[in-house]
Structure formats: C-alpha cells, structure tokens
C-alpha cells in the first residue's frame, strides 16, 4: 500500500486553458475527496465521492470544475478555462467510511496559473 | 458546521512537551474531534481523534475537557519533524456531512533546536 497518490504534482499553465488532476485512492477506499487549499488558508471541501457516486458538490465547486470517479477507482478532477483565482493546492483524500472517519490525503496537486 | 477556534500560532523548543489548545464551545453530543497537521509542502496527516474520552497513540495524546468545549492536544517530547500547522476539527459521524472535513487556520507550531 503507497497511500495516496496524485499526479501532477506541479502544473503550470495559461488562463483559459484546461488541465486535469488524476488522484488515486488506497485502494480498498469507497470515500473520495477534493479539496482546495490557498496559501495560509486551510483546505476547503470541493467535492465527494462515494464508490463512483458524487455525493456532494461544494458551492466553491463552479461550473468550470468538474470531477469524476469511473468505476470507483481513480478519480479526476478537470477545471475548464482556468483563471488566476484557481491557482491553489488541490488535495485529494480517501477513507474507507468507518465511524471514525480518519482521511487519507494525497501530496496535493500545486496549480499555478499564468 | 459548529466551529473551532486555535492560537494562530505557537512555538516550543526541542525535547519539550507542547500543548496546543482548542475551543469548540458550540460542539454537539455527536461531534468528535478530530486533530490533522499539514507539515510544509505535504497533505494534512491524521494525527488523534476521540469523543469524550482522553486518547493516547504513537504520535500524540489527546485531553477532552469535562464540558467538552475544549480540548488540547499533547505532543510529549517534540522534535523539529513536528514543526507543522495543526488543525482541530469537528466531526459529525452522522447527518449529511458524509465525512467531509472543515479545516480552520490552524496553529502554526515552530520547534526551535
């Protein structure tokens, strides 16, 4: 077991263009989620995901994002037409739904956009 | 989401136990608290959780008060790998959270040599 697992970790790109986040739970792991962290700010809640379900979408979670997690494996996250204010640390952590909950976060996806 | 509130930052030397507070003062019968830290450049790591009880593990002991409405975490001998922001957090098991996690600020706890 390697934990959580995200790729990128860094990605530069140009506003407007799109980019894609893939993040890869442990594997016995049905509960998956984003967040979004700014510098000096602790991570949001973007999004969840049950098995392949997604359960809850943050407000945060504008149009331009979109998440999937096909056959409950891997999940992507895609932001569409990127502007300055995406730039962030995108996490992504699983559980495996217990009472206690306890999250798994991934090293994080650094986005910087230009 | 009932809140927390942490020193914004804290600071202990080498080999010296530290303890960082929180207060929760509107927590819920259901809530658990729950303790993450995030060292530099890395996701957050869970670090302790409990209820109502004291808990103790490898990394960390956990002290709940008696009303519940604070708690303090106990790093027994820190070393300059703790040095990282520490989040306490409010956990509902239950209602429709479906688990997500509430970050505050956090403390930012510096370990000096």
């Known amino acids: 077991d390697t934990g959580v697992s995200q790729d990128p970790r860094h990605k530069i790109t140009k506003r407007g263009q799109n980019v894609t986040f893939r993040c890869d739970p442990i594997s016995e792991h049905n509960r998956l989620y984003w967040y979004r962290q700014t510098l000096g700010q602790g991570p949001e809640f973007l999004t969840y995901f049950q098995n392949e379900a997604q359960l809850e979408k943050s407000r945060l979670l504008s149009d331009r994002f979109s998440a999937e997690r096909p056959k409950g494996s891997f999940s992507t996250l895609e932001i569409q037409r990127t502007e300055q204010g995406d730039s962030a640390m995108y996490l992504c952590?699983?559980?495996?739904?217990?009472?206690?909950?306890?999250?798994?976060f991934g090293p994080g996806t650094r986005l910087l956009v230009l | 989401d009932a809140k927390t509130t942490q020193p914004n930052s804290m600071e202990s030397n080498e080999e010296e136990p530290v303890h960082l507070p929180c207060n929760h003062s509107t927590i819920s019968g259901t809530d658990y608290i729950h303790w993450y830290r995030q060292l530099p450049s890395q996701g957050p790591e869970y670090v302790i959780h409990g209820l109502t009880s004291n808990v103790n593990n490898r990394m960390a002991s956990l002290a709940i008060a008696e009303d519940r409405k604070s708690s303090t975490l106990i790093l027994h001998r820190a070393t300059l790998r703790d040095a990282a922001v520490y989040y306490c957090i409010l956990f509902n098991a239950g209602g429709t959270s479906y688990g997500k996690l509430t970050f505050g600020q956090g403390t930012i706890l510096t370990v000096h040599p």
């Open positions: 952590a699983s559980s495996s739904g217990l009472l206690k909950e306890t999250q798994y």
